[in-house]
Every structure is written in C-alpha cells, then in structure tokens.
C-alpha cells in the first residue's frame, strides 16, 4: 500500500484548506474496517494524531484544531479527507494520514504553510 497526501499549499492566518489522502494499492479489506488518522509533524518534534475516523464514520480530534478540523472517509475510494479552516500559524506542519492501528509506511506528506 502506497499513501499519497496532496492539497497542502501556503495559506494566510484565517484561511481554509482540504488535504486528501488516498490509499493505492489498498484492498477493500485493509481500508474499510480500520480506524484511520490524520498527524502532523512540526521539525524536531514527534508526529502527533490530530483527527481520527472509525470505520463507522465516530470521528475524535486533538483539542489543538477541534472545531476548526474535519475528517472524513470514502471507503469505495480508500481516501481519507482532512478540512482544515481558520488556520492558525501553528498549524505548519507537514501532514499524513494512516491506519491508527496495523500501521502502514508512511507516505511523503503534503506541507501545510500558515502566513501571513
């Protein structure tokens, strides 16, 4: 399984932006009944979870980007969706998505740059 995240950019303080994450290569079986993530790595820090989705659609997130932060699942497409609104400086961070439990390698990343 390869995972590609897209849709970071540079965005100013207040402004919205959607990452994708897509599952190649994934198996209906490997996708569908797990729990998937959003985390974030800052430079020098641990990755972090910041937004969770079960396979029933139960969504939980990081108290750092509660209300601003949406995730979402197409299991037909193997594709995680992260939302992102109000960005705030501090959410720089290059993003990625996997399973939380069973983790695959991690993908690339897509860098997400909040300034003004």
């Known amino acids: 399984v390869q995972l590609v995240e897209s849709g970071g950019g540079l965005v100013q303080p207040g402004e919205s932006l959607g990452l994708t994450c897509k599952a190649s290569?994934?198996?209906?079986?490997?996708?569908?009944?797990?729990?998937m993530a959003w985390y974030r790595r800052v430079p020098g820090k641990e990755r972090e979870s910041i937004a969770t989705i079960t396979n029933r659609g139960v969504t939980d997130y990081a108290d750092s980007v509660k209300g601003r932060f949406t995730i979402s699942r197409d299991n037909n497409r193997k594709t995680v969706y992260l939302h992102m609104s109000n960005l705030k400086p501090e959410d720089t961070a290059v993003y990625y998505c996997n399973r939380v439990e069973d983790i695959w390698d991690w993908g690339q990343g897509t860098q997400v740059t909040v300034s003004s």
């Open positions: 290569r994934a198996i209906t079986s490997s996708f569908s009944p797990y729990t």
